[in-house]
């Protein structure tokens, strides 16, 4: 069974940016989709990013144009890079994987790590 570790969350200033790591163990990541979800208090799991095992990626519009998916598959590692942080980002972040194919929704992921925790200040 794969697990997920997700680490690089904190707190940081609106304006600011932070990079989140997901680590994969238990199966080779190069060849699975992996999203990136985020929770708030109150609030449903949001899709964030997506990124196929062939590279492509998807975007919430949220955060289009300010977060940036990637995947090193040497390492077993899908990065979110966040930047020009907002308050409405704070939240517990969350990767997933065992989707068939890039989806937005929660429960087409199989796999989820325990999330990381990102706090803006204004």
């Known amino acids: 069974q794969v697990q997920l570790v997700e680490s690089g969350g904190g707190l940081v200033q609106a304006g600011g940016s932070l990079r989140l790591s997901c680590v994969t163990s238990g199966r080779t990541l190069s060849s699975y989709n992996v999203g990136w979800f985020r929770q708030a208090p109150g609030k449903a799991r949001e899709f964030v990013a997506a990124i196929a095992w062939s590279g492509i990626t998807s975007y919430a519009d949220s955060v289009r144009g300010r977060f940036t998916i990637s995947r090193d598959n040497t390492e077993n590692t899908v990065y979110l890079q966040v930047n020009n942080l907002k308050s409405e980002d704070a939240a517990v972040y969350y990767c997933?994987?065992?989707?068939?194919?890039?989806?937005?929704?929660?429960?087409?992921?199989?796999?989820w790590g325990q999330g990381t925790q990102v706090t803006v200040s204004s």
């Open positions: 997933a994987s065992g989707a068939p194919s890039i989806s937005t929704v929660p429960g087409a992921y199989r796999d």
